[in-house]
Each structure stands twice: as C-alpha cells, then as structure tokens.
C-alpha cells in the first residue's frame, strides 16, 4: 500500500530573479561593445592640399562621400551603386564628392562618371586646406 501519490505537485512559483540578472548582464555587455556613430556621417581622412570651399555660399549642395571600401554615402544612408543616389539628388545644386585618402581612383572615377552620365556636370572634389 502507498500512502504517497505518484504524481508531483506543479511549480506554481517561477524565480524571476535570476532571469532579471542575466537580462541586465546581457543589456550591459551589449552597450559596452556597441560603437556608436556621433553625427550620422562617416570618418575618412581626405587628401590635403586645393583651395578651400566654402559651404555656406550655398545652401543647395549635394555631399556624397566614399570611405576606402567603396561604399558611398549620401544624407546618411549607405548606398553601393551611384545609380540608386541619383534620384535623390538636387538636379540644380552642385555636386561635393569626398573622398577618403585611401580610396582607390576606381571608386572614385566610377562615381563621377555615374553622376556625369545621369546629367550632372557641377561636381568637385574635396580635399582638406593646407595653408591659408
């Protein structure tokens, strides 16, 4: 004869504390070893040397920039083809390609002819002031 049932009574209690830990670990781990961008724009070191552009002269301008990978940057948004910038693109505001100093002349050829061919011709370049 057994007195004791065979069945076991369910958990009705769930610790949640150790749980809580290790979500906050996990948030805390992850915001350490996260890279935060400041600005939305990317950093590249670009050639020296040229006469300096003054941007305020005209609030219609178009920057696009080309880190050292080739991926080109406009408005924030990351782009791999010139094609998909162009419809974004002012038709009547100049064009400021910067370029990282690292960046293969293809890169930067393919670009320029991708905005001449889409129908803009006031592109320059930019570079960073050595002198005064």
Same mark, same amino acid.
């Given at each position: 004869?057994?007195?004791?049932?065979?069945?076991? %009574? #369910?958990?009705? /209690?769930?610790?949640?504390?150790?749980?809580l830990?290790?979500? !906050?670990? !996990? @948030?805390? $781990?992850?915001? @350490?070893?996260?890279? $935060?961008?400041?600005? &939305?724009?990317?950093?590249?070191?670009?050639? =020296? &040397?040229?006469? #300096?552009?003054?941007?305020?002269?005209?609030?219609? @301008?178009? =920057?696009i920039?080309?880190? =050292?990978?080739?991926?080109? $940057?406009f408005?924030?948004?990351?782009?791999?083809?010139?094609?998909?910038?162009l #419809? !974004? !693109?002012?038709?009547?505001?100049?064009?400021?390609?910067?370029?990282?100093?690292?960046? #293969?002349?293809?890169?930067? $050829? /393919?670009?320029?002819?991708g905005?001449? %061919?889409?129908?803009?011709?006031?592109?320059?370049?930019?570079?960073?002031?050595t002198?005064?």
């Amino acid at each position: 004869m057994n007195l004791r049932s065979s069945r076991r %009574k #369910p958990i009705v /209690q769930i610790i949640l504390s150790p749980i809580l830990d290790l979500t !906050l670990m !996990l @948030v805390i $781990f992850l915001a @350490v070893s996260t890279e $935060f961008m400041s600005g &939305g724009e990317i950093k590249i070191r670009v050639p =020296k &040397g040229g006469a #300096p552009i003054n941007y305020r002269e005209s609030r219609n @301008v178009n =920057k696009i920039l080309i880190d =050292k990978w080739g991926k080109i $940057f406009f408005k924030g948004k990351t782009y791999t083809d010139i094609s998909r910038v162009l #419809p !974004l !693109l002012d038709r009547n505001a100049r064009v400021y390609v910067r370029a990282d100093r690292e960046t #293969p002349y293809m890169y930067v $050829f /393919q670009v320029i002819d991708g905005l001449r %061919k889409g129908g803009i011709t006031a592109i320059s370049l930019v570079g960073e002031r050595t002198g005064k």
